[in-house]
């Protein structure tokens, strides 16, 4: 088998498994470590670097079975939400969120791309001001890496939130990254790959925050990790969903039944089993679009062996794993 990093901690295990020219799914009752690998070869391709929510697992402060193991014995096949793209035609390497585990992310798209890149990728984007989003980019700073001039893009609200507050205002001022607004509804065109930013409603408190859909020479994905209710929505998802091939949707908690301590208007995530619900009249093909990610540490959809796995594969959803390659 062929792996990217190494096992031990500081180091991001990195599997890709096979596509043909139709995504290949891989067993739902296979564990992350057990996909049997082949390089792609596609030209451009989505490479799922995280599925956690922000503050990943195990969660601090939690002392339930899902986390006391791993606090011991950490899993290196979770991270906090991300996704890579990286386009072969122009050595190009694009990250969506600079998450908490960042070092390990930069470090696997740069492997996998295998022409010698240095660690920091051509250009992020980043949905909102959240930890999980975008507390990496403390990685850029000179502390840390001191990278020279990264690409940022953002919402404004958020662009003006780290402008003007430290420490991000440090990097700015210092030329580690590169600031670069996004208005909701444009897009950035970066040859073989176009990215658009959709304005989702969200917990606002210091920027607003955005979707993407990104589009390759192929395939459109819609990245969505963070969003409230749909229905708080000004736009159709299952409308939205009829115009791409993957959509990677907001999936923190699986039910109510994880929200036994906190009220859920403090934390507005749609239910995976209210998305489903709402999709549930979908034709097979379009609901084998939805990818859920962005799980919280409680949500059991994070042990492919679970009840409500193996729900989610009946019905004919998808569920991220890290690793995961998709053609663009």
Known sequence: MRIFGTMRLHLFLFISIALSACELIPDPEASAHDFAPVEPSFSVELIVLGTLQDAGSPHAGCRKNCCADLFKNPDPMRAVVSLGILDRAVSKRYIFEASPDLSRQMYALATKAGYGATDVPDAFFLTHAHIGHYAGLMYLGREALNADSARVYCPPRMFDFLKNNGPWSQLVALGNISLRPIEAGSSIDLGNVQVQALLVPHRDEFSETVGYIISGPK????????????????????????????????????????????????????????????FKKLSAQEKAKIHFIHFNHTNPLLNPQSAQSKEVIKQGFRIARMGQVFEM
């Open 219 to 278: 395939k459109k994905a819609l990245f969505i990790p963070d969003i409230d209710k749909w229905e708080k929505w000004d736009a159709s998802i299952v409308e939205l969903l009829h115009t791409v091939d993957y959509a990677f949707l907001d999936a923190t908690f699986y039910d109510a039944e994880e929200i036994n301590h906190r009220a859920i208007s403090e934390i507005p995530h749609p239910f995976v089993a209210e998305s489903m619900e709402l």
